[in-house]
């Protein structure tokens, strides 16, 4: 008994050994395995982590080369000058319907998506993608405010509060025509008829009186609130998670005359030969522990339900959106009806 007991010991001990040489061999062998195909990525910053792309190459063995530019004005401006160098791209919802309508963008294959399953039915089939032809969405948010309780008096539930003559100079906004539209619209600044119209005299007006309430755009919004410097700052919903998680002196509103809700979508730029590739990536960043990463990373809401179970805020998860009433939200999902030089009126810097 104590032979056979012996040889037995021994044999487990052999097998443990083998798997873990033949484990180490196997992962030595990918480490140093050519990269084989090659991904071309057109991202804004601070939506999908470096270290999301790094896991993603070393995965997968594809070759990924990623240009960063600071907003969707830029993304688009690159693209357009650019085209033939980019496979995939991010996308803000509102300039979708544009390179659709003039044939920029490539059909999805389905077939080679399959964690496409666990994107939120809330994010599926959007108005400017109605049949999920184009674009993967991502993450999203909704462009609140968040409020310093020490600084800022009072009830506070609508923009007329927020931009009242005390708080000249401690407000920041996006630097985005979005958010400005949402802004001026709100306080009833400018009409839909005025931008129509293209009554440029009006829209500089509006723009006036806002950047006389705003400061400068900042590199860091978060340091600026958290020193006092700043005290009402739109950020979107997943960003405000993290202050009003870490310092009870914070709060998170959606102005009664409603927020931006936005989708930053993932879609094939048209005339690429690399749709392996780009359709890999698609598949990858919708699995539970990237969409997690992403999330945990970035500070940015995922589409991912399979996100419910973790231990991200809840701001951060697709559910989130329900919690907000419909008509708090302005979705801006086509602006190719406005001219685009009133668009670039829009704009808090001098």
């Given at each position: 008994m104590n032979l056979i007991s012996m040889r037995s010991r021994l044999l487990v001990l052999f097998c443990f050994l083998f798997g873990a040489l033949w484990g180490f061999y196997r992962n030595a062998v990918k480490q140093t395995s050519p990269l084989q195909g090659h991904l071309n990525l057109l991202v804004i910053e601070n939506t999908i982590p470096d270290d999301?792309?790094?896991?993603?190459?070393?995965?997968?063995?594809?070759?990924?080369?990623?240009?960063?530019?600071?907003?969707?004005?830029?993304?688009?401006?690159?693209?357009?000058?650019?085209?033939?160098?980019?496979?995939?791209?991010?996308?803000?919802?509102?300039?979708?319907s544009r390179l659709t309508n003039i044939g920029k963008l490539t059909p999805l294959q389905h077939e080679l998506i399959s964690n496409e399953q666990?994107?939120?039915?809330?994010?599926?089939?959007?108005?400017?993608?109605?049949?999920?032809?184009?674009?993967?969405?991502?993450?999203?948010?909704?462009?609140?405010y968040v409020l310093n309780k020490e600084k800022v008096e009072g009830h506070i539930d609508s923009l007329n509060d927020i931009f009242q003559n005390k708080y000249k100079k401690k407000i920041y906004i996006h630097n985005s025509p979005l958010d400005v539209f949402t802004n001026l619209f709100g306080r009833n600044k400018i009409t839909w008829n005025t931008v129509f119209q293209s009554n440029?005299?009006?829209?500089?007006?509006?723009?006036?009186?806002?950047?006389?309430?705003?400061?400068?755009?900042v590199s860091d919004i978060k340091e600026q609130l958290l020193s006092g410097d700043v005290w009402i700052a739109q950020v979107d919903s997943g960003v405000a998670s993290d202050f009003i998680s870490n310092n009870t002196k914070f709060k998170y509103l959606i102005p009664n005359e409603g927020?931006?809700?936005?989708?930053?979508?993932?879609?094939i730029h048209a005339g690429t030969e690399n749709t392996r590739e780009a359709h890999a990536?698609?598949?990858?960043?919708?699995?539970?522990?990237?969409?997690?990463?992403?999330?945990?990373?970035?500070k940015r809401a995922v589409t991912n339900v399979l996100v419910?179970?973790?231990?991200l805020h809840p701001n951060l998860k697709p559910s989130f959106l329900r919690?907000?009433?419909?008509?708090?939200?302005?979705?801006?999902?086509?602006?190719?009806?406005?001219?685009?030089?009133?668009?670039?009126?829009?704009?808090?810097e001098k």
């Open positions: 999301v792309i790094e896991a993603f190459q070393a995965e997968s063995r594809i070759q990924t080369k990623v240009t960063y530019v600071k907003n969707e004005i830029e993304c688009l401006n690159t693209l357009d000058l650019n085209a033939e160098q980019f496979d995939l791209v991010t996308l803000m919802s509102h300039q979708i666990y994107i939120s039915i809330d994010f599926k089939h959007p108005p400017y993608d109605s049949d999920s032809k184009y674009t993967i969405p991502l993450i999203w948010g909704i462009n609140g440029i005299a009006d829209i500089q007006s509006a723009v006036k009186d806002l950047k006389e309430y705003v400061r400068e755009p927020a931006t809700l936005w989708a930053l979508s993932l879609a990536f698609l598949n990858y960043v919708l699995k539970k522990e990237i969409s997690y990463d992403i999330a945990r990373i970035s419910e179970q973790t231990r919690n907000i009433s419909v008509h708090n939200l302005r979705y801006f999902e086509d602006m190719t009806s406005v001219d685009p030089k009133i668009q670039n009126l829009f704009t808090v």
